[in-house]
């Protein structure tokens, strides 16, 4: 899609321009267009300029001369001044002698009036004018008509976006089949509406589309203004929301003015929670001016005809918050949910942004996709263009499989800290501490095999970590499953009271994680005995991190509490039981990491599965 060009400086900055021309031709110019200057001389070079017959022309007064200087043809003689010389009798003779004629020297006064028009009148007339020109020409190279005046309050400011052979399509959108085949039937619509309207079907007037940051949503809808090859009207919702009462209403009229004018088009509302959220109608100042906006866009969806090839396409993460009359039938027809991939999507979206790169021939994409379990396609990009950059800060020409690993390390818990120097206590905590994670997690039944545990600290602040992956992908989890990540979480802390019979605060984030993952159990999945399949608390924004909140006595709240505490303790126990059974492998494990600091799963399970006196 080719994007229309904006003016490159605001029109303020060219009426400043021509301000500073005005007031130069106002100053140099005009004094010297209404009179000539004359230069007042003394007595005594008159006299010597009479005696060399320099004076052509002199005007005679009661106490002054004002006389012209000789000039060549075609030339305009200087005029003087000079003050007369008391009692001379002789001037008139001397001026008749010298050859010179008398006549008017010195300038009339000019015309009050014609004064006031050459000194203000004339600089105002060429400030408008010019500032005019200045303005058309911005209009042009805007493209002219309705977005030649998109500064102006109350216009939308739409990047409006031309069909090219270049644009997106969606070839260039992977692992969201499923949000594809819906809006293929838009795309199909725009290119055949005989079709639809021969068996008296009507296309949906919007598409909703959902899901978390990063999955797609703006790339799905250019990707149908690209197949469509339709102009594609793009605009944030935050770009309605004005100071002034009244403003944002009339962005959206302009929008819908120029989508009708252009039709068929797409019209693409981006993070369309910031004006449509839920009307409580105590909204004062800028929550007002934002339900104004609302209501406007409502009216407009019910005023254009779908006939008319007008798709209007809008994205957020925030669905619940939104106004229940913009998604009833007849505006937002369609809800359209764009999720994170699951593992053959993360593969083809790796393929798609591998094809901007250099590859090595070994590198194995499935093993990436399933290490990279949960990231969106925004962070599969990322880790990509990661790869490539550390292949190029160690000078190779391509991207290996070793590259596209540490990349996903990068972006869960950054780069590595090469400044962070651990004592050999602290490198020997951390190892066992690490040992222990991955120690229970091998143990246990049910529990992702260990990749990789690493003792390099990283810049999120972890001092290492153990990495897990599944060799297929889950969508359910049971409760022993549940219980075994508990136990492993909990297996960095046990390990270091087995071995150092002390504690640190290297745990601080399992625990964290351990707590939460236990209230789940009791809270949301219905795993406990005392509250069977009793909802005890409520997730909002599940796109945007899934908060959570009880909803629930203080009675109640305080045994969830107390459940809580004894889940966790519970599997703490179970974890601390399998380190001190297997003892000997932790301390060797933990001395080997320590001396290689990174030791990959097949390494972890050789040394494990070894037995004494091998």
Do not use: W
């Amino acid at each position: 899609m080719q994007k229309m060009e904006k003016p490159r400086k605001p029109l303020m900055f060219y009426y400043l321009i021509v301000l500073v021309v005005v007031i130069l031709l106002n100053t140099l110019l005009f004094p010297r267009l209404m009179r000539q200057q004359i230069t007042q001389v003394d007595y005594g070079t008159f006299i010597d300029m009479l005696e060399r017959r320099e004076v052509s022309m002199a005007q005679v007064e009661e106490d002054m001369v004002y006389f012209a200087g000789v000039a060549g043809e075609g030339e305009t003689p200087a005029l003087y001044s000079t003050v007369i010389f008391p009692n001379d009798m002789e001037l008139i003779n001397r001026l008749t002698e010298s050859g010179c004629t008398f006549g008017a020297v010195k300038a009339e006064e000019m015309n009050p009036f014609l004064s006031l028009l050459l000194t203000f009148g004339v600089p105002v007339v060429i400030f408008i004018l010019l500032g005019q020109l200045m303005s058309r020409a911005m209009m042009n190279r805007m493209g002219g008509g309705p977005m030649g005046s998109a500064m102006q309050f109350g216009k939308s400011s739409a990047k409006v976006y031309i069909a090219s052979e270049t644009g997106i399509k969606f070839t260039d959108v992977a692992g969201e089949d499923e949000a594809k085949e819906n809006l293929m039937e838009v795309v199909d619509f725009l290119h055949n509406p005989q079709k639809y309207q021969a068996i008296g079907a009507k296309m949906p007037k919007g598409v909703l589309l959902v899901g978390p940051p990063g999955t797609g949503k703006t790339l799905l809808a250019k990707a149908v203004a690209g197949e469509a090859g339709v102009p594609f009207f793009s605009i944030s919702g935050s770009e309605f929301v004005e100071m002034f009462v009244g403003m944002g209403a009339n962005k959206v009229r302009d929008l819908f003015k120029q989508a009708n004018e252009k039709a068929p088009c797409i019209v693409f509302i981006d993070e369309i929670d910031t004006i449509g959220k839920k009307r409580d109608g105590s909204g004062m100042g800028g929550s007002d001016e934002r339900e104004q906006t609302l209501n406007q866009l409502l009216t407009e969806m019910d005023g254009f005809e779908g006939s008319k090839g007008v798709v209007i396409l809008a994205a957020t993460n925030r669905p619940e918050t939104l106004d229940p009359a913009l998604l009833r039938p007849g505006r937002f027809d369609r809800r359209v949910p764009v999720e994170l991939p699951d593992l053959q999507g993360r593969e083809a979206i790796l393929r798609v942004h591998a094809k901007r790169v250099k590859l090595a021939e070994n590198v194995d994409f499935n093993a990436i996709a399933r290490a990279a379990s949960g990231a969106s396609g925004a962070e599969l990009a990322n880790m990509v263009n990661e790869a490539a950059l550390r292949a190029v800060r160690q000078g190779r020409g391509m991207v290996t499989q070793e590259d596209l690993q540490e990349s996903i390390e990068v972006v869960i818990a950054g780069y590595q800290k090469k400044n962070k120097i651990l004592s050999d206590k602290e490198r020997m905590i951390v190892s066992c501490h690490e040992i222990g994670h991955a120690l229970v997690a091998a143990l246990q039944t049910h529990s992702a095999p260990v990749a990789k545990i690493t003792i390099i600290p990283r810049t999120s602040g972890a001092l290492g970590y153990t990495m897990q992956v599944e060799q297929e992908e889950r969508n359910l989890m049971s409760r022993e499953e549940l219980e075994n990540q508990i136990a492993t979480l909990t297996g960095g802390r046990a390990a270091e009271e087995l071995v150092f019979q002390s504690i640190t605060t290297g745990a601080s984030n399992d625990i964290e994680k351990a707590t939460k993952l236990a209230r789940a159990m009791i809270t949301r999945y219905g795993m406990s005995g005392d509250f069977d399949m009793v909802a005890l608390e409520t997730v909002t924004n599940q796109y945007m991190g899934g908060d959570t909140s009880l909803i629930c006595a203080p009675e109640t709240s305080a045994k969830i509490d107390q459940m809580v505490v004894e889940t966790v303790k519970a599997q703490h126990e179970k974890a601390r039981n399998l380190l001190r059974a297997n003892e000997d492998k932790l301390r060797e494990l933990s001395r080997f990491l320590c001396e290689k600091e990174t030791i990959t799963g097949a390494e972890f399970m050789e040394i494990l599965e070894k037995k004494d006196g091998e």
